[in-house]
């Protein structure tokens, strides 16, 4: 089954400035490619996705990239702001599938 | 983007009961429920993928006769923990797919005692 690697497990960074946390997948059948940011105790919320007829997309601060040959996908958000603060989950699946998460990235906006 | 509810919201049992969690899609019909858990700090783990009006697909090393799962209708899927313990206590959130893609419900927090 497809098996997702996620790095950092934390990322501290200063208000202002740009957070990357970077993933690797397993499958290369996997097409879909969300990322979720969850706050304590609530639900994840999707907040950006790519598939895998994509190299880039971007929705204001935050864009994500995918590299298919390498199979590797990352979130960069810029101008960081308190309220970025949470756990980021990327995640993969191919077609029908559940999503298979990576163990997540605590991000500590520092002010 | 599409509503999907949970409930309970969070439930404490007693060790060797029963708990059942029901999870709704709102506004839309989901041929497909994805069942996750979720432990204090770490990932969400699939346990299950739910289809309506079929047997459900648990992912490896889930046991299908602690977690029962029915999905009756399109519109929702029931997880049952059995005989719960303890080690059974965890944060279960349910996920509903429309099209390519899968909406969260607000989970339920398991307490064992």
């Known amino acids: 089954g497809e098996n997702v690697e996620q790095h950092p497990s934390t990322l501290s960074v200063q208000e202002g400035d740009s957070a990357v946390i970077k993933c690797t997948y397993s499958?290369?059948?996997?097409?879909?490619f969300p990322w979720y940011k969850q706050e304590l105790g609530k639900r994840p919320q999707l907040i950006i996705d790519?598939?895998?007829?994509?190299g880039e997309k971007k929705d204001q601060r935050i864009a994500v990239t995918l590299n298919k040959t390498a199979k590797h996908f990352s979130l960069h958000i810029t101008e960081t702001q308190p309220e970025d603060s949470a756990v980021y989950f990327c995640a993969a699946k191919d077609g029908a599938d559940g999503l298979t998460f990576g163990k997540g990235t605590h991000l500590i906006i520092q002010p | 983007g599409a509503v999907v509810s949970q409930h309970p919201s969070w439930v404490i049992c007693k060790s060797g009961t029963s708990v059942k969690i029901e999870c709704r899609s709102l506004d839309f019909q989901a041929t497909t429920m994805f069942w996750y858990r979720q432990f204090p700090k770490q990932s969400l783990m699939l346990m299950a993928t739910?289809?309506?009006?079929?047997?459900?697909?648990?992912e490896q090393g889930v046991e299908k006769d602690k977690f029962l799962i029915n999905h009756a209708s399109l519109t929702l899927s029931t997880l049952t923990v059995t005989s719960a313990h303890p080690e059974d206590s965890s944060f279960y959130i349910c996920?509903?797919?429309?099209?390519?893609?899968?909406?969260f419900g607000p989970g339920t927090r398991l307490t064992v005692l």
């Open positions: 790519i598939r895998s007829n994509v």
């Open positions: 996920s509903a797919r429309e099209l390519t893609e899968q909406f």
């Open positions: 499958d290369s059948a996997s097409n879909y």
């Open positions: 739910s289809n309506e009006g079929s047997k459900a697909t648990y």
